[in-house]
């Protein structure tokens, strides 16, 4: 009877509840997904809004916004805007960077396909990727530029010099016009075919909307390169 009396009296105790408000472990927000296709989510859209409005005027919060997820969320991946900008420097600008030295290394003792190349090369990334041509001329070819900064403080002159001194052998082969700029050729290709491209979408209301593709552009750029503008020979 007494063991009886006992277990009744237990249950007449209200039962111990948690707090609602317990604090959460450390760690990635719940209902994140996975966490690499989460982080390059969020590359992917620091790239696009860093090419639409600069990277100086676009806060961690304006980039968790456009993600659609939390702040929280956004630092745990990266704590920082700079860190956030090295690991778009690593992960994205610098293999592309790394890439075109390359073509200097493999196809050392032709210019010409070198260039042709690397038109294309620039083509194809710009139409891949459309916050590349804004970003590149915003943040990268402009001396005031936030990523180009860090990529000279971080790589210094690394794949831009080699590729420099490679054109200079070239002309002094005889392989080259001796009258071009060696430090010049890279902002020459680019200016033949990255401005065109982002002007393109004007082109579309006018008579020559559709008729100039990315492989148009870049035949136009190296033709121009490789023979100036006389007639062919």
């Known amino acids: 009877m007494g063991r009886i009396t006992m277990v009744a009296r237990?249950?007449?105790?209200?039962?111990v509840r948690k707090p609602k408000n317990t604090p959460r472990r450390p760690g990635r927000p719940s209902g994140a997904a996975s966490g690499p296709e989460q982080r390059n989510r969020l590359l992917d859209t620091a790239l696009v809004l860093f090419a639409r409005q600069g990277i100086a005027d676009t806060s961690l919060a304006a980039i968790a916004r456009q993600a659609g997820v939390t702040p929280a969320m956004l630092h745990y991946y990266f704590k920082t805007r700079d860190q956030l900008l090295d690991v778009l420097i690593e992960e994205r600008i610098q293999p592309r960077r790394?890439?075109?030295?390359k073509m200097f290394d493999i196809n050392a003792g032709d210019p010409v396909t070198v260039i042709t190349q690397l038109a294309e090369r620039l083509m194809h990334t710009a139409t891949e990727h459309e916050w590349f041509p804004a970003l590149w001329m915003r943040e990268v070819?402009?001396?005031?530029?936030?990523?180009r900064q860090r990529i000279v403080k971080r790589y210094g002159k690394l794949h831009q010099q080699p590729a420099i001194d490679c054109i200079a052998h070239w002309q002094?082969?005889?392989?080259?016009?001796?009258d071009l700029e060696p430090a010049l050729i890279f902002i020459s290709i680019f200016g033949l075919t990255i401005v065109p491209l982002?002007?393109?979408k004007s082109w579309s209301r006018d008579s020559m909307g559709g008729k100039l593709s990315a492989a148009d552009i870049a035949r136009h750029s190296?033709?121009?390169l490789a023979h100036g503008v006389g007639p062919k020979r």
């Open 10 to 15: 237990n249950a007449d105790k209200p039962a």
């Open 98 to 101: 790394a890439a075109i030295g």
């Open 141 to 147: 070819l402009s001396d005031n530029g936030m990523l």
């Open 172 to 178: 002094a082969e005889g392989k080259l016009n001796p």
């Open 198 to 200: 982002i002007a393109a």
């Open 222 to 224: 190296v033709a121009l």
